[in-house]
């Protein structure tokens, strides 16, 4: 009995080792991994860059404008959200 034991056990054990082995040498379908990469290449920037368009175009008397506005507290307020109201009214007596 306990032979038998042995024996169903190891055939199982073999079964198990052995559905490993068939299929491709890759891990998956061609496109496995495609998301990872796609996600790493959209994180990192590109060592050779594209040349600037053209430098930014400041105007100085925008600026000081803006800043003088900004130190005397007189920069326009931000308006408060709208918000929606739901009214509803009921039909019985």
């Known amino acids: ?3 038998n034991i042995k ?3 190891s055939l ?6 052995l559905a490993g082995c068939g299929g491709e040498a890759g891990l998956g379908p061609a496109q ?6 796609q996600n790493i290449a959209a994180q990192v920037v590109n060592p050779d ?3 600037e368009d053209g430098s930014l175009t400041y105007n100085g ?8 506005h ?5 920069v326009e307020k931000a308006k408060a959200p709208k918000t ?4 509803g009214g009921g039909g019985g007596k």
Do not use: P
């Open 1 to 3: 009995m306990k032979i």
């Open 32 to 37: 496995f991994g495609n998301s990872v990469r």
């Open 49 to 51: 860059g594209a040349e």
């Open 70 to 74: 900004y130190t005397m507290d007189t």
């Open 61 to 68: 008397e925008r600026s000081a404008l803006a800043q003088k």
């Open 12 to 17: 199982i054990s073999a079964l198990f080792l």
């Open 7 to 9: 024996l169903s056990l």
């Open 84 to 87: 929606s109201t739901v009214a």
